[in-house]
């Protein structure tokens, strides 16, 4: 270094060491959330920056750069590079002192205000706990093999200690030690599910662990499935893996941790039958096969993490710009969504290992970190942020998912990489899809079996309508009609397949969103059952609407804004028809006042920025809403933000499929009170119509208007939340 970058480097390194000092003083005097541990923060992120300034270079990077960035970390030594994060790493001190200071602040006005507005109090203080729960800063370090820096990320967190380790593995090593309980309930939530759908499974109901690394999720996985209390409930459970040496361990295990309960599992190499209620078979990929061409010898393969551990390291940039920055006071990452935005057509699912956003002291730690990983500086217009990513053209990955959807009739996996899209794009069946947190696992139910009694099961419904329509035609509209359901969530053909009068429901919403389309006058939207979110949502999946439509364009002004409509269809009998139109007009009221008290209502209320939070994250699942006009993120922060005025209304849709009644009339209107909300009645002769105009491609809106004078699609609210 020449002497001045010398000089000032020194005096940056002097300055953060007395103000780290104090920090450490601050702390053990007077406790956490001190304001000298938020100072040196920001004379840590100066010293960063002025690393980048004063000593580029390989040397530098090795005997400068390695060391501060190791301040507060602990290496532990082994053949596999690993860390513990403590408290007192710079970064880490700072968020905790951020923390303490946002719950002081809560618990401040909960004493203090007059009247206190949680919106939803459990929702509230679930993200609450889980955003307390949350490192923050920082979510890498370097770790070392051999002299080489390597990235390590954040695998676990306790009392603001963090276990750090590589966010990727090699085949060849030792699985870590993932609590299965998590995985092991939603496995137990799934066959609930499943028995639903397909009780003549009950007797001889068999789950495969594909891939399972560890003994532990089996054990838990049967512990789960011990809460099945029906007598008649019997459950296989299958231990499989394309690698002979992890699954001899995955048995060695398994007899060891059952032996001294000899009673609570059997363990078998081989047989299949049933010697208790609950019992553990180990197998070798190869070891069996279908029993017949179109049939699975496994009823649900479970795939704990399998995505994720084999994908890859990446570093991408994003553009640098100081002025969206947050203050490391109001930026909170637990409410981001770690998934890479893009497009569409891509076979690739991308998570980052870090916040998307940070604020400055988090730019320049990850901007140090980089140059020390990638072992090169990069330009000062750009920022780089580590990721992991897998592609489902990789063969090993493709073959796997061949060969499990070959097993197995639903194929569940539970990973916080896998992206339904991808899946969809490799012409596999999503068939339900659960959205549970921002960030962190969710599960994706995929399907390859043929469900050929579903255009079955649609004719028949078409039939009886006497729509006057060929063979030939009422047999594409079937499948067009199944084609659109699919758009919206493969749970819709799920249930149609399986319960006959879930056919019924499936044409419900599939006329329910050509309406809404037809409203939409053919702009890019997204579509959503809402049963997908209910938990996210904090609901239960009876008591919200079907869908929620998002369509984004540019206003008067150019900016973008948001157009959200939420439908409820009914699809019912004349005798029927009172208790639907209630019971639909409820659960619309309901999902609305929700969403409209979330979003427009008090402006005191606790956890709007949570909602916007989630409605920004919604558009990653489906990002087909956005025109051209406008990029994802700069709509998904305008939504955060509360700059992207909304648009918000709802319809209570009401199908009456018969019997024939030899009347004229096409149907009626009804306002749904308290909300911006209509309930729109069909008869039998009004749905016959929809579905020929629907057919044919011709416009609804007539039909449409012939109910009533009033005109909701007509007109627009748009209005910035509260």
């Known amino acids: ?6 000089a000032d480097l020194g005096e940056t390194w002097t300055a953060f060491v007395a103000g780290y000092s104090a920090a450490i003083d601050d702390w053990r005097t007077n406790g956490m959330g001190g304001t000298p541990q938020l100072e040196q923060a920001d004379l840590y992120a100066r010293l960063l920056d002025q690393l980048h300034i004063s000593a580029p270079g390989d040397l530098n990077r090795r005997d400068l750069w390695e060391p501060i960035l190791r301040i507060g970390t602990v290496q532990i030594a082994g053949s596999t590079p690993a860390a513990i994060v403590a408290p007192w790493h710079p970064m880490r001190m700072a968020a905790t002192a951020v923390k303490m200071r946002s719950l002081c602040g809560l618990i401040d006005h909960l004493l203090k205000a007059e ?9 509230f203080f679930a993200d609450l706990r889980s955003e307390l729960a949350h490192p923050y800063y920082p979510e890498a370090v370097p770790g070392f093999t051999g002299g080489e820096a390597v990235l390590l990320t954040e695998t676990s967190t306790l009392n603001d200690y963090s276990f750090m380790e590589r966010p990727v593995r090699d085949p060849s090593e030792a699985s870590t030690d993932v ?23 009950r007797a001889n109901l068999s789950i495969m662990l594909y891939n399972c690394d560890a003994a532990g999720l089996p054990l838990a996985t049967v512990n789960a499935l011990g809460s099945v209390h029906e007598d008649e409930v019997h459950c296989n459970v299958l231990v499989r893996h394309r690698d002979r040496s992890k699954l001899n361990k995955v048995y060695t295990d398994l007899l060891d941790q059952s032996g001294n309960d000899p009673d609570a599992i059997v363990v078998s190499e081989t047989s299949l039958n049933f010697m208790s209620k609950l019992r553990i078979g180990v197998m070798l990929e190869g070891s069996t096969g279908r029993r017949a061409p179109d049939e699975r010898s496994v009823d649900v393969a479970f795939l704990h993490d399998v995505v994720s551990r084999q994908a890859r390291e990446a570093w991408f940039s994003v553009p640098r710009n100081d002025d969206t920055d947050p203050s490391i006071a109001d930026h909170v990452p637990p409410r981001w969504s770690y998934r890479r935005v893009v497009g569409e057509e891509q076979l690739t699912a991308t998570s980052y290992l ?6 400055r002291v988090g730019w320049s730690y990850l901007d140090a970190l980089a140059a020390v990983i990638r072992k090169q500086s990069h330009r000062d217009n750009e920022h780089y942020l580590p990721a992991r990513q897998i592609s489902l053209q990789d063969h090993g990955l493709e073959a796997m998912f061949k060969d499990v959807h070959g097993l197995a009739e639903w194929v569940a996996t539970y990973d916080d ?29 995929s399907s390859t079996s043929d469900l050929r009694v579903l255009p079955v099961l ?3 419904r078409l039939d009886q309508l006497s729509l006057g329509l060929s063979d030939d035609r009422l047999s594409a509209l079937a499948e067009r009609m199944i084609a659109d359901a699919t758009a919206i969530s ?10 006959g009068v879930s056919a019924g429901e499936l044409i419900g919403l599939v006329l329910s969103r050509a309406l809404v389309a037809e409203e939409l006058l053919k702009r890019p939207a997204s579509w959503f059952l809402l049963d997908d979110y209910a938990q996210w949502l904090g609901q239960r999946e009876e008591g919200i609407a079907d869908i929620l439509a998002l369509s984004v364009d540019p206003g008067p002004d150019g900016r973008p804004r948001l157009r959200a409509v939420v439908t409820e269809a009914k699809y019912v009998e004349a005798s029927g028809l009172a208790e639907a139109k209630r019971h639909s007009s409820q659960q619309l009221r309901q999902t609305m006042r929700r969403i409209e008290d979330a979003l427009f209502g008090d402006p005191g ?13 919604i558009l990653l699942d489906e990002p087909s809403a956005l025109t051209a006009s406008f990029s994802l993120e700069e709509v998904r922060n305008g939504i955060r933000n509360g700059t992207v005025e909304i648009d918000l209304k709802g319809y209570s849709h009401i199908f009456v499929s018969g019997p024939a009644d030899g009347g004229g009339s096409l149907g009626d209107q009804d306002e749904v009170t308290e909300v911006r909300g209509l309930q729109e009645i069909y008869t039998r002769e009004g749905l016959r119509q929809l579905i020929k105009a629907y057919e044919a491609s011709e416009p609804l809106m007539p039909i449409r208007s012939a109910l009533g004078d009033r005109r909701l699609w007509e007109t627009s609210e748009f209005r910035a939340p509260a």
Not at 1 to 6: F, R
């Open 490 to 499: 493969g749970d819709v053909i799920l249930r149609a397949a399986k319960r």
């Open 605 to 617: 209320r606790l956890d709007r920025d949570l909602w916007l939070s989630r409605l920004a994250d």
């Open 417 to 445: 990489l896998l992206d339904k899209r991808q899946l969809m794009a490799q012409g596999i069946k999503v068939i339900r899809y659960r959205r549970e947190r921002t960030h962190g696992r969710n599960m994706v139910v």
């Open 354 to 359: 870090v916040s998307p956003r940070q604020p």
């Open 179 to 201: 609590d299965p309980a998590e995985a092991a309930r939603e496995i137990r939530g799934l066959i609930g599910r499943y028995l639903d759908l397909q009780p003549h499974e």
């Open 1 to 6: 270094m020449t002497p001045p970058a010398g």
């Open 115 to 123: 009247e206190v507005n949680f919106g939803d109090q459990r929702l």
């Open 458 to 460: 649609v004719r028949r």
